[in-house]
């Protein structure tokens, strides 16, 4: 089943304690990003990658990192958590640019 | 960026048409506009896509001004599935996503 995968679902957090959220698909995209939700702001862009070690900055890339050495994971990496990371956060994939995305079921992370 | 605009909330009744308007008067050339809509309690989900010309897929359809500062996304017959917030956003690597519109659904 094509599916892009999210781990874990929930977290709890402290401010400061490093923490990984992971992302991987199984159709062979080359494209992926990284989403946060919050209420009233709708869906913004964190990170993208084209392919293998090709990032760039989205619309809020601040206090987050990605690395893509591998085509099929793509985690998200917050160094430093504070409460103001505190979101739903979304990873997505796509073959052929940033249209037609296959999206995860999402992780929702409380950082206090 | 190039932002867009969209009202806030439609109602439809099942089976009918929806119109859904976006507004994006300050897109770019090689701004992509893309549709997606979001159920409740799952991703979003990819609807259609255009750049300059009106696109038609199982799911939808858009039609694109010929300007391009406006577009709309039409289901061509409402179900209670439908019911959902729905994003018009812009761009071709940087994507920039409006509020989104909620759609109701009555039966």
């Known amino acids: 089943e094509a599916q892009v995968t999210q781990n874990p679902r929930y977290l709890i957090t402290v401010t400061g304690k490093k923490l990984t959220v992971t992302c991987s698909q199984n159709?062979?995209?080359?494209?992926m990003s990284w989403y946060r939700q919050d209420p009233g702001l709708g869906l913004r862009q964190i990170y993208y990658?084209?392919?293998?070690?090709?990032?760039d900055k989205g619309d809020v890339p601040e206090g987050y990192k990605v690395s893509r050495k591998e085509k099929r994971n793509f985690p998200l990496i917050l160094e430093s958590p504070s409460p103001n990371q505190t979101s739903l956060y979304f990873c997505a994939s796509s073959k052929f640019g940033f249209w037609d995305q296959y999206f995860g079921p999402g992780t929702r992370l409380l950082v206090l | 960026d190039a932002k867009t605009t969209q009202p806030n909330s439609m109602e439809s009744n099942e089976e009918e048409p929806v119109h859904l308007p976006c507004n994006h008067s300050?897109?770019?050339?090689?701004?992509?506009i893309h549709w997606y809509r979001q159920l409740p309690s799952q991703g979003p989900e990819y609807v259609i896509h255009?750049?300059?010309s009106n696109v038609n897929n199982r799911m939808a359809s858009l039609a694109i001004a010929e300007d391009r500062k406006s577009s709309t996304l039409i289901l061509h017959r409402a179900t209670l599935r439908d019911a959902a917030v729905y994003y018009c956003i812009l761009g071709f690597q940087k994507l920039v996503f409006g509020t989104g519109t909620r759609l109701l659904v009555s039966p």
């Open positions: 990658s084209m392919n293998v070690e090709v990032t």
């Open positions: 159709m062979n995209h080359e494209y």
């Open positions: 255009g750049l300059t």
């Open positions: 300050t897109i770019s050339g090689t701004d992509y």
